[in-house]
């Protein structure tokens, strides 16, 4: 054998051996491997080609008119007056637009905004400046600087126990001019069983705008309505609704219920409190106090003070500082327990105090018998007529009265119905 064919065989064992030795895969071939990897790289080409085109794409797309500017679509040769609809005259108002209109610009200037005094900015512990939200409205009485509001408004800083001419409250009123001038709002009086409460202000006449008072027991549900406010401090807002309902229970911020409430659909929110309702005519006939929500915001229920009750309680305040409640000044059974002793209908009498006017017109306390059993007392089961099913219901008729009226008592004495006439008492409260 020649040399030439010795290193011939040499090289073929070599190479056989070598290609033993790489097959890591269950004896597939090196072309074999060599083949998948440029197979996976071709595919990764592929698919980096592919996100190259989208991105560009997607870039062109935002910004052709810049990189491309034959591609923007336009026509040089129009003009802007071409392409420029025709803007038509605004024209009069409908007649209900504009008596809507003159309403809230007539009654604009009546409401004005309260911040509650307790919450003026203050440089906290961790040294944040804390600043207020607006708290809620307000409207003006008369010239003498009274405004009127709920409790539960200025209810923080009456939670202090302040004194009368306390300053309570930031009042800002609106001016002709649309600029808002701040005052201080000092205490004249407050009444929590009403959610009512009167500040005064130091304001110049001419700013002062009273609100027009109108008469609440003449509504009639379905008649429109206008709610003016500052719901979430925007000042002066302006929402429109109807009469939903009357004589509702109102259940107040201030944790009272107040009786004789309307109800309406006009938007309120949080900052509306204190505000005036008004009828179509621009009369105020409740101040807002309430909404019935599950979010916090205006979910079409909302409720107003009616006027008779405002124009009952604020001249009290003003002349008082308090209101002064009629009463008779009895105890009355608590409505469960005079369930519970069998009373169906009417207000039990338990103690009648010596002395008082129910004392002298002869009314009987309950008590006990010689054997020790209990002899009730006279039941109340009218007033003037009207009809009393328990204490609760007592006390709502005898809030319609003043201190000295006379009123007609219809009671219930064992088997007997007699009547008893005398002059209510200023309420221990």
């Known amino acids: 054998m020649s040399r030439w064919c010795v290193v011939e065989v040499e090289r073929r064992r070599s ?49 052709s008119s810049r990189y ?8 040089t040769s129009v003009k802007i007056e071409d392409v420029t609809p ?99 709002g000092k205490l004249v009086g407050a009444d929590r069983a009403k959610d009512l409460a009167v500040l005064k202000v130091d ?21 429109q309505c206008l709610a003016i406010g500052n719901p979430f401090g925007f000042d002066h807002t302006l929402t429109v609704g109807v009469i939903s309902g009357l004589n509702r229970d109102i259940f107040s911020q201030a944790g009272v219920t107040i009786g004789g409430g309307i109800q309406t659909d006009a938007a309120i929110n949080p900052g509306n409190s204190g505000g005036p309702l008004l009828d179509s005519k621009g009369h105020m006939i409740g101040i807002n106090t309430a909404i019935f929500t599950q979010t916090g915001t ?18 009290q305040l003003i002349q008082f500082g308090k209101v002064r409640r009629a009463g008779l000044n009895v105890d009355f059974a608590p409505d469960p327990i005079a369930y519970q002793l069998n009373v169906r209908n009417g207000a039990l009498i338990l ?9 002298k017109a002869g009314l009987a306390p309950t008590g006990r018998g010689f054997a020790g059993n209990i002899v009730l007392g006279d039941i109340i089961v009218a007033v003037d007529g009207k ?32 009547e008893a006439t005398l002059p209510l008492e200023e309420a221990n409260i």
């Open 351 to 359: 103690k009648v105090p010596g002395g008082s006017a129910a004392a």
């Open 15 to 63: 190479a056989a051996a070598m290609a033993r030795w790489r097959r890591p895969w269950g004896g597939r071939s090196m072309r074999t491997t060599c083949d998948l990897g440029a197979m996976s790289s071709k595919a990764l080409l592929l698919v980096s080609k592919r996100k190259l085109i989208a991105l560009s794409a997607f870039c062109l797309s935002l910004h």
């Open 387 to 418: 009809p009393v099913k328990g204490k609760s219901d007592l006390l709502r008729v005898l809030d319609d009265y003043g201190v000295g009226d006379q009123v007609t008592l219809t009671i219930r004495r064992g088997s007997e119905t007699l």
């Open 68 to 75: 491309f500017p034959a591609l923007a679509l336009g026509d």
């Open 298 to 315: 205006s979910a079409g229920v909302g409720f107003a003070i009616p006027s008779s009750t405002v124009l009952k309680i604020t001249p």
């Open 86 to 184: 025709r803007i038509l005259p605004s024209g009069p108002l409908f007649p209900t637009e504009k008596r809507i209109a003159e309403l809230f610009e007539t009654n604009t200037y009546s409401v004005v905004n309260i911040f509650d005094a307790t919450l003026r900015p203050q440089l906290n512990v961790t040294g944040v400046v804390e600043i207020p939200e607006g708290n809620g409205s307000g409207v003006v009485w008369d010239d003498s600087g009274h405004i009127v509001t709920n409790y539960h408004v200025v209810g923080s800083a009456l939670s202090k126990n302040p004194k009368p001419g306390d300053v309570v409250a930031r009042v800002n009123i609106l001016a002709a001019e649309g600029i808002q001038k701040n005052f201080e």
């Open 203 to 223: 304001a110049p006449t001419d700013l002062l705008k009273p609100i027009n008072v109108g008469q609440s027991s003449a509504l009639r549900v379905g008649q």
